[in-house]
């Protein structure tokens, strides 16, 4: 059974910076793409970035590029998120997932394209 595991949430101040953490377990990590997607209350489930299998290809969104960046270390099973230069918009559940196919040439920010999800961990940035 796949399980992915989020944390590094947390109450910051606007301008502050974070680094979120998914472990993951149950699929060979170092073949699939993983994903960031995060959602605030009352809005949809939105991608935040996504890496490659092999680190080799990342993609953002618009909202955060130049502030966040993901990365993934395979020999840990663990896909990271570090967020710098917080804004109160950022404030969500953040979820990391796990694309169903290995080795896949591109990422993607379709969810339907992910089997597996954590259960979120919480970021909050007041002004």
């Known amino acids: 059974q796949v399980q992915l595991v989020e944390s590094g949430g947390g109450l910051v101040q606007a301008g502050d910076s974070l680094r979120l953490s998914c472990a993951a377990s149950?699929?060979?990590?170092?073949?699939?793409?993983m994903g960031w997607f995060r959602q605030a209350p009352g809005k949809e489930r939105e991608f935040v970035a996504a890496?490659?299998?092999?680190?080799?290809?990342?993609s953002y969104a618009d909202s955060v590029k130049g502030r966040f960046t993901v990365s993934k270390n395979n020999a840990e099973n663990t896909v990271y998120l570090q967020m710098n230069t917080l804004k109160p918009e950022d404030t969500a559940v953040y979820y990391c997932?796990?694309?169903?196919?290995?080795?896949?040439?591109?990422?993607?920010?379709?969810?339907?394209?992910?089997?597996?999800w954590g259960q979120g961990t919480q970021v909050t940035v007041s002004s």
């Open positions: 997932a796990i694309q169903g196919s290995p080795f896949r040439a591109t990422t993607t920010r379709s969810r339907s394209e992910y089997d597996y």
């Open positions: 149950g699929r060979t990590f170092s073949a699939y793409n």
């Open positions: 890496i490659s299998w092999n680190s080799a290809r990342t």
